[in-house]
């Protein structure tokens, strides 16, 4: 199954008669005698094929006048794989409605971070999806609303509100609408054994779902390894961060467990939960089909092997574009220590500081505006590479250079590679982990051609590309198996 636009009712059917959690998030089950709408994995006997209709979305569903299923919960799977596999319109779209942007700025500002009218966008999407954005970002805020009514103790009316919702009784009608109960009666369905609410005020306790395999060696190394201290820390089995968000900020602790990552958030203002949780699951790549990835990687004999041994690599991401472009940069022809060190210290000197009673954590990594506004002489770093920093800070600051969800893989690189002191690979690794490009590839990587030497594979940059076009559209993923070939502590679990 490649696009949501054609599903094929036969394989679809076969999902739904198996049970096959591997398509939970990719389809969405509507069954016409009971208007109910399920993931395909729902434990209850499946309906007469004749009886069932596909959806690629939630919204779709909801816009057809079906309602969620009370078993399987299907508000609850990973996201669609294809979102983050794609640099296309709709890809872009539901990306950033993902990141909340229709609620902040309507669908005019989607369609304006986007270059497209309103109206072209809403006809894709519907074309596509069979849901324009309004109906999507409903529901974001039904499945945000139900999150917060199930593992809160706040009132009905905060709410409302924190999810997103213009009313109250917006909120009271959409979630009877989904989940055909009221927000009172979500909350009695509660277990008694999970009481909503928090000894800390703002936080909540989260599963993120993902698609198995998942290997969290490499996932979680790599973000622990290259902490930035103040930011970001591995403590008690958790990789901790700081986030920027559009209301506030907040702390975020994720923890790998067999079947999810437990995710415990703790907000400056709850209305930054949809978001939080968009951007987490970016950050550890949790919408990826590792099945469909493992698969073709695994096509090429002499990289079969290290997909058998260790598979459901994911690719370590970001929670903030920008962010990461800067880290790159502080990060060229130096070691994982000395790049830590000096993002370090432009936290201290200019991040922005916040509380942390449970932890380490400082500082908010600091915003362009705030990087862009210092003395360069007052770097630490060789002059090529403060004009290469500066240049970059500069742009981000002013809007010349935009890199976000919504960016367009081949113009972002190509924008980046027009600054001074950017090469192939600062480029590269900045479209595998800031953009998401899972097609990335850094053959100039000394660790990815000390890895491809090892196995047999071309060594040289040009040999090893051209072998690499059979890896094609995961080649990103790759660079993650060849990188875990080296004993680098970014390949190992921290204990």
Not at 325 to 334: H, I, S, T
Not at 360 to 385: K, N, Q, S, V, Y
Request: overall charge positive; aromatic content about 6%; glycine content about 6%.
């Amino acid at each position: 199954m490649q696009t949501a636009t054609h599903l094929d009712r036969e394989h679809c059917v076969r999902a739904v008669q198996s049970k096959d959690a591997r398509f939970d998030g990719w389809f969405y089950t509507a069954v016409l005698t009971t208007r109910i709408y399920c993931r395909p994995s729902c434990p209850v006997v499946p309906p007469k094929p004749r009886n069932m209709t596909f959806y690629p979305g939630a919204a779709a569903c909801q816009q057809a006048g079906f309602r969620a299923c009370k078993r399987c919960r299907p508000d609850t799977s990973p996201g669609s794989p294809e979102w983050n596999q794609r640099a296309d319109l709709v890809a872009r779209a539901m990306r950033l409605i993902a990141d909340g942007v229709v609620d902040r700025e309507g669908v005019p500002g989607l369609a304006a971070r986007l270059g497209y009218s309103t109206r072209q966008v809403e006809r894709q999407l519907l074309a596509e999806l069979g849901a324009g954005p309004l109906a999507l970002a409903r529901a974001q805020r039904a499945q945000t609303a139900r999150l917060l009514v199930e593992t809160t103790a706040l009132p009905m009316a905060q709410i409302a509100f924190a999810a997103g919702f213009s009313s109250i009784r917006a909120f009271n009608d959409t979630v009877r609408e989904v989940y055909a109960l009221t927000p009172s009666e979500l909350r009695r369905r509660v277990p008694a054994g999970r009481a909503p609410g928090d000894s800390t005020p703002g936080t909540l306790c989260l599963r993120l779902p993902f698609r198995a395999p998942l290997n969290p060696a490499n996932l979680f190394g790599h973000l622990a390894a290259t902490a930035v201290p103040g930011v970001e820390e591995w403590r008690d089995g958790a990789y901790r961060r700081t986030l920027r968000l559009p209301y506030g900020h907040g702390i975020a602790a994720l923890t790998p467990r067999p079947d999810h990552i437990a995710c415990r958030l703790t907000l400056s203002d709850l209305r930054d939960l949809a978001v939080a949780i968009a951007r987490c699951r970016r950050l550890l790549d949790l919408d990826a089909d590792p099945v469909a990835v493992d698969d073709r990687l695994r096509t090429d004999a002499l990289l079969a092997p290290l997909v058998d041994k260790a598979p459901g690599r994911r690719v370590p991401r970001t929670v903030d574009e920008a962010e990461f472009a800067v880290r790159a940069v502080l990060g060229q022809q130096v070691s994982t220590a000395a790049a830590r060190t000096h993002a370090a210290r432009l936290v201290t000197a200019h991040g922005k500081p916040l509380d942390d009673p449970e932890g380490g954590l400082t500082h908010l990594f600091p915003a362009p505006g705030t990087l862009a506004a210092i003395d360069p002489e007052t770097l630490a770093m060789p002059r090529t590479r403060r004009t290469t920093f500066t240049t970059l800070v500069g742009q981000l600051a002013d809007g010349t250079l935009h890199l976000g969800v919504e960016s367009d893989w081949a113009e972002a690189r190509a924008r980046l590679l027009a600054l001074p002191g950017f090469g192939p690979w600062t480029a590269d690794v900045i479209a595998m982990r800031a953009l998401g490009d899972p097609d990335a590839f850094l053959p100039t990587d000394l660790g990815i051609r000390r890895a491809a030497g090892e196995l047999g594979l071309p060594s040289t940059p040009a040999a090893l590309t051209a072998r690499a076009e059979a890896w094609r559209p995961w080649r990103a993923y790759a660079v993650q198996y060849l990188w875990a070939t080296d004993s680098h502590p970014i390949n190992f679990l921290p204990v």
